[in-house]
């Protein structure tokens, strides 16, 4: 028999050769699904920093307007009590550090206030900021460079009301210096970081303290066009022959451009990384069962030569006592069994045929009912799952629910750093109304109150609940204290124009609800389920002030 006639040859060359084609198939595949993978991880780590960064501009920013019209509505201010002005604006200046100082003017510009020199008089009629302001309208000025610090200032400038009338402009200087602080200290490469433009294209927030010096102009790159223009969104780009990835957002507040980057080489060294170790990987298996199929494949070589002996002996009535058994396995066994069965194959092969035939149409027959019996238990179990998550009178969302939805939801919460409301309804007197008009019509009371409450909550994000009893539970994501306070009037106004009669409220004629508001700006620092509490407690001091109203 020639060399490449061999089994053990063929049987290598088979096994190998499907080991060798699964593997490079796994690798191929594998590496693509995780190039495709940490490839969208990057860039919704790029948009997690940018919106991160974009919101701490925005908070800074209300921070020093919130604080600066404070001021302007204060006693202080409107009665020129220049000693406790003095005394509000060093106090904010020192509490909030990008605030570097506090100016007042009049109506005709003239600077009579200063928080930091004694001199205080001149003339600010020719400031945007002033001409802005004076209009009745609070504003942020183009960015300049401050002539004693040399480093990017804005002003806020707010107008002052004195018995309704525009009585002066109150100013604020805010220190930029600090977006070059956040932009640094966002990541934790030096090559990736923040930066922050103005409305003209200048760098006025960089870690790179000459470029925020110089305020360079980057308006020729397409991305800082695009976010100035109020556009969101990451791309590529090169500088200094480094390919870059960026995400860029402009500011709600002032409506600068907001843009993070990294170089795309650090982005996605861990691909790098990992399409190497998947490859070593394949190598090193694919060396290692090398070895195994030698081995496997040759000692199967000499037990199939005996084998093939001895059915040729057979073949030929040739006696089989002289021919050895290779030891006490498989092969010996295929050996003892041969005789045998060629004595009784004939015997059995007529028998065999009807045997497969019965059997078969039995087999047939009990996979029949198996699939009906599958299918049966696939609808039974799909009842059973949704009527466990599913109140029997209102059809809302129960408990169980709940707990699943706080559950997916948290984590989504937490990763996008989305506020959360939690509204916490309860139908008034609703006892009362049991006792005068029964329990059958109180089903149909909750079933209408659910009805109308859902039809209230359109937001697919959003989550309605029959929390127990007469009480119901409201999720909102991404909803601030205003927006929740908004929604729970609404359910109020809507739960009393049912009109549904309930003549044994003392306080109102008809069905009403009171809720128990609490919220929160992130989910980082509180669990859901104690927003549930405090929402619980709000609705108990919503029934003390009088019911049929909101409280928290």
């Known amino acids: 028999m020639k060399w490449y006639h061999r089994f053990y040859l063929k049987v290598f060359i088979s096994i190998y050769a499907s080991i060798l084609l699964t593997i490079i198939c796994f690798s191929v595949v594998s590496s693509f699904l995780m190039t495709e993978i940490l490839e969208e991880n990057a860039y919704d780590e790029l948009r997690v920093d940018n919106i991160t960064l974009k919101k701490q501009l925005d908070l800074n920013l209300l921070f020093v307007e919130t604080a600066i019209n404070q001021l302007a509505e204060s006693e202080d201010v409107l009665a020129l009590n220049m000693k406790r002005v003095d005394l509000h604006s060093q106090h904010l200046i020192e509490s909030m550090k990008i605030v570097s100082q506090i100016y007042i003017m009049d109506v005709q510009g003239m600077q009579f206030y200063k928080s930091s020199y004694i001199e205080t008089m001149g003339d600010r009629s020719d400031r945007d900021y002033f001409k802005t302001a004076i209009t009745g309208k609070s504003t942020f000025s183009d960015v300049i460079i401050s002539r004693s610090t040399n480093i990017p200032i804005t002003v806020y400038a707010s107008p002052i009301y004195r018995d309704g009338k525009i009585d002066g402009v109150i100013g604020a200087s805010i220190d930029l210096s600090y977006l070059s602080e956040l932009s640094a200290t966002l990541r934790s490469s030096s090559d990736s970081y923040g930066f922050v433009v103005d409305l003209k294209g200048r760098i006025i927030g960089h870690p790179d303290p000459v470029i925020v010096a110089e305020m360079t102009d980057i308006n020729y790159m397409s991305m800082v066009s695009d976010v100035l223009s109020g556009k969101t969104g990451v791309g590529e780009y090169v500088l200094d022959g480094v390919e870059k990835l960026v995400a860029y957002t402009p500011s709600e507040k002032s409506g600068w451009g907001v843009l993070v980057q990294i170089p795309k080489k650090e982005a996605f060294e861990m691909i790098v990384l990992l399409n190497k170790l998947l490859f070593l990987t394949a190598f090193f298996i694919l060396l290692v069962s090398f070895v195994v199929v030698v081995i496997i494949s040759r000692r199967l070589q000499m037990p199939v030569e005996d084998i093939i002996d001895m059915i040729e002996k057979i073949e030929n009535n040739q006696k089989l006592n002289q021919i050895p058994l290779w030891k ?83 984590s989504i919460a937490l990763r996008l750093n989305l506020p959360i409301a939690i509204l916490m309804a309860d139908i008034d007197y609703f006892k009362k109304f049991n006792d005068k008009y029964g329990h059958q019509e109180g089903d149909k009371c909750l079933v209408r109150v659910s009805e109308c409450l859902l039809s209230q909550i359109p937001r697919q994000v959003d989550f309605l609940a029959r929390y127990g009893g007469e009480e119901f539970i409201v999720i909102l994501m991404d909803t601030d204290s205003e927006g929740a306070h908004k929604v729970a ?30 919220w929160t700006s992130s989910l980082e620092n509180i669990k859901i389920e ?5 929402a619980d407690s709000n609705l108990y001091k919503a029934k003390n002030m009088g019911r049929n109203c909101v409280y928290g």
Request: aromatic content about 6%.
């Open 328 to 410: 006490d396995n498989e092969f010996g066994k295929i050996k003892k069994k041969l005789l045998s069965m060629d004595r009784t194959i004939h015997e059995y092969y007529i028998e065999l045929e009807d045997r497969v035939e019965t059997r078969t149409a039995e087999l047939q027959q009990a996979l029949s009912e198996l699939e009906s019996t599958k299918t049966e238990l696939e609808t039974a179990n799909e009842m059973l799952s949704s009527m466990s998550r599913t109140d029997a009178l209102t059809n809302l969302p129960n408990r169980r629910a709940l707990d699943e939805y706080i559950e997916r939801t948290r």
């Open 489 to 518: 009037q609404k359910l109020c106004h809507m739960v009393e124009a049912l009109s549904i009669p309930n003549e044994g409220s003392p306080d109102n004629k008809f069905i009403t609800v009171s809720i128990g508001v609490s």
């Open 530 to 534: 104690k927003l549930i509490f405090e």
